[in-house]
């Protein structure tokens, strides 16, 4: 496969872990946020 100019490419990676491991603070702590957003994030790319 190639890749252009002006084309995105991304890898996505997702890991499972244990049932017994919790995080400490969970996405419905942060009111679903990340990195203190405020209202709709759009993506910079």
């Not at 990676?13 to 995080?23: G, I, P, Q, Y």
């Amino acid at each position: 496969a190639k890749i252009y100019a002006g084309e995105g490419c991304a890898q996505v990676l997702f890991f499972e872990s244990d049932k017994d491991d919790v995080c400490e603070t969970s996405y419905k702590d942060r009111g679903g946020k990340y990195q203190g957003q405020v209202g709709v994030t759009l993506p910079k790319a």
